[in-house]
């Protein structure tokens, strides 16, 4: 279980955020939402630990995650909204340094095959930078067919992508719910998943 108590988020000489509480449990799905500027990526910056909150404490399993260090993050993938896909670097390299640096080594046949079902099939050898941007997104989200972790963070998970991107990402987040799995995405754009547990959290 994920558990945010009381968190507050100063930025700057601004508060963007206090008091924000919310517990996700097995299967269940948080969208946070708000205006841009409202602090979304900043709060989920701080679910991963990039960030410390001005107040309050993040709980994984009734544990503070500053204090379990490496046992949280093999439970987590966050995945930023720049997506940190480099440009010199194959989609393959790309998707199995990523992976890598998130604890979880894939060869390259297993790299092939999610970067297929993400619909690049003939383009895994092609530097990034040749890539379209929706292109370029489907190799960061690959990086979620790969990972095993039970706990999804992802910011803008479905900027640049078509409908058949957004179609297959709706299936792949639904599908991890059912498992058991946990999300907490942000995102600008309509997207109606099923899952047990559905919240909504708005900042200002
Ligand atoms: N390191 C920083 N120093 C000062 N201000 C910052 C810093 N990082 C972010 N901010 C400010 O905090 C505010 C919230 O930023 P954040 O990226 O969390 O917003 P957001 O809700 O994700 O926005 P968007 O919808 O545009 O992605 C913005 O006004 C931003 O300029």
């Known amino acids: ?12 000489d601004r508060r963007l955020f206090r008091d924000i509480n919310f517990s996700l449990e097995a299967g269940g799905l ?10 979304k990526t900043s709060l989920l910056r701080m679910l991963c630990g990039l960030a410390t909150p001005a107040h309050g ?11 379990l260090g490496g046992d949280y993050y093999a439970a987590m993938t966050y995945l930023g909204h720049l997506g940190g896909v480099k440009d010199d670097l194959t989609a393959i390299e790309n998707l199995r340094i990523s992976s890598a640096l998130g604890g979880v080594e894939i060869d390259e046949h297993k790299a092939h095959d999610a970067l297929q079902h993400m619909g690049l099939g003939g383009r895994e050898l092609l530097p990034a930078k040749v890539l379209s941007q929706g292109q370029r997104r489907r190799v960061t989200l690959a990086r979620l067919l790969v990972c095993g972790t039970v706990l999804w ?12 991107a957004v179609k297959l990402m709706q299936g792949l987040m639904e599908q ?12 600008h754009q309509e997207i109606e998943i099923t899952a047990v547990a559905t919240q909504r959290l708005q900042l200002a």
């Open 1 to 12: 279980m994920l558990e945010g108590n009381n968190l507050e988020c100063v930025r700057g």
């Open 30 to 39: 948080m969208q946070v939402q708000g205006p841009n500027g409202s602090g």
């Open 176 to 187: 991890h719910l059912e498992h058991g799995g946990m999300i907490v995405m942000t995102t």
């Open 57 to 67: 404490e993040i709980r994984w399993n009734g544990v503070e995650i500053r204090a």
């Open 153 to 164: 963070i992802l910011d803008e998970p479905l900027t640049a992508l078509d409908t058949t």
